[in-house]
């Protein structure tokens, strides 16, 4: 028995799981958009980004209008925020975009405030 679970360690030990698999995909997808590894983005300097949005956060009707997207590349996370909006057609989880802006270093994660960006479909 003991030898059975060693063996199955082993196993899941060889194979990625399904987060990594997704991960290293969407990492390929953004380096064949020649677009800058979010896990390697300089704060100060203006960059493109580009993979899914993972989260979108809408601020309260009573604050300030801030709209918040978390984008995903597969090496890392960056905020993306649009401040004086409550919503933008076709930002939503699960979309895919690139983004372009000067990357500030934010207390979680670097950040982009106001970005350019261009929706794209699975396969771009």
Request: proline content about 6%; overall charge positive; aromatic content about 4%.
């Amino acid at each position: 028995m003991r030898l059975l679970s060693r063996l199955s360690q082993a196993v899941a030990a060889l194979s990625p799981s399904r987060e990594q698999i997704d991960a290293d995909d969407e990492a390929r997808t953004a380096a064949r958009r020649g677009t800058t590894p979010v896990g390697q983005v300089v704060p100060r300097t203006r960059t493109t980004v580009s993979g899914v949005l993972r989260a979108v956060t809408y601020g309260p009707a009573t604050a300030k209008p801030v709209l918040t997207g978390q984008l995903y590349d597969g090496t890392g996370s960056i905020d993306l925020v649009w401040i004086g909006r409550r919503s933008i057609a076709g930002i939503r989880p699960g979309v895919h975009l690139r983004a372009e802006g000067v990357v500030a270093a934010g207390r979680t994660r670097p950040t982009i405030y106001n970005p350019a960006y261009e929706l794209l479909g699975e396969d771009r």
